[in-house]
């Protein structure tokens, strides 16, 4: 029985695992990690360090400096005005340039209404520029010229053309303003396509009043033309056939305003004072 009861603490003792083994093990296995982890870093910056080489040597390497610079989309005064607005330096990297920075400054110009640059390696910088389109005059202190999305873009000058519809009534209020400016910009929408006394040639002056209400003015027509603004669209063709009555009839010439308010038509005043006892219905 002695020599069993030994023979199992022996047995005991043996499976017992070594301490002293494992601790090694695990310090060995952090050692290795820590050394690929080091070697990788190493290599990291190695990799770092060589391209901002490279990088700093293109930034002064004359194989890929500045020589041209092309504007596109603009005439031949606003392009020396752009290039003279970059203020480049021809002895720079064009990998030194930062186009945000240069289309943020270039649309600053008050013609300007957005910018594409773009770096053509090895030398040369394009400009794509698309420049304001005035649609109308919106009185306001001064003249300012409104472009077809409805937005104030730049005072006029005195050397400024100013061949173009007057919008007088505008609120000084920015909300309602805006509301006025894009609504102007949709009925001169409308009105491209035309031709004759409603044309955009022709077109004088649209003046806000009251809500939506506007008064219009053609250079060919005698009579001011209200209605809301937003019945333009639908309203259009039947003012036409209006028109086209009182000329047919020779009553044009007499005619003070023709209103388009009304649900079921138009009523026409003559400058007499006398206003015609029907509705005209569309």
């Known amino acids: ?72 989309g603009v005439d031949e005064e606003t392009k020396g005005e752009l290039i003279e607005m970059l203020q480049l330096n021809f002895d720079e990297s064009l990998l030194a340039i930062n186009l945000d920075e240069l289309k943020q400054m270039l649309e600053k110009h008050p013609w300007i209404r957005s910018v594409q640059l773009e770096k053509q390696f090895p030398h040369t910088l394009i400009i794509r520029a698309e420049k304001e389109r005035p649609r109308a005059l919106v009185v306001l202190g001064s003249l300012f010229y409104m472009n077809p999305w409805g937005e104030i873009f730049k005072e006029v000058d005195q050397m400024d053309d100013i061949d173009y519809p007057l919008l007088t009534g505008i ?11 894009n609504l102007a910009a949709n009925m001169l929408m409308l009105l491209e396509p035309e031709k004759g006394p409603f044309s955009l040639k022709e077109l004088s002056e649209i003046h806000f009043n009251k809500d939506e209400n506007v008064s219009f003015y053609s ?53 007499e004072g006398e206003k015609v006892n029907s509705i005209t219905r569309g």
């Open 1 to 72: 029985m002695k020599g069993k009861s030994v023979l199992k603490r022996q047995d005991v003792k043996r499976k017992k695992p070594r301490i002293d083994s494992k601790i090694w093990s695990i310090l060995g296995l952090v050692g290795s990690c820590f050394a690929k982890f080091t070697f990788l870093l190493v290599g990291l910056v190695f990799i770092s360090l060589l391209f901002l080489s490279l990088y700093q040597y293109l930034l002064s390497s004359p194989y890929i400096k500045i020589e041209d610079v092309i504007v596109k």
């Open 219 to 271: 250079l060919s027509l005698p009579a001011v033309i209200k209605l809301r603004g937003s019945d333009l669209g639908v309203k259009k063709d039947e003012l036409k056939k209006i028109v086209e009555h009182l000329k047919k009839t020779g009553l044009i010439h007499m005619v003070k305003a023709i209103d388009l308010n009304y649900r079921d038509g138009a009523a026409v005043s003559f400058r």
């Open 171 to 181: 609120s000084n209020d920015r909300r309602v303003r805006e509301t006025q400016l």
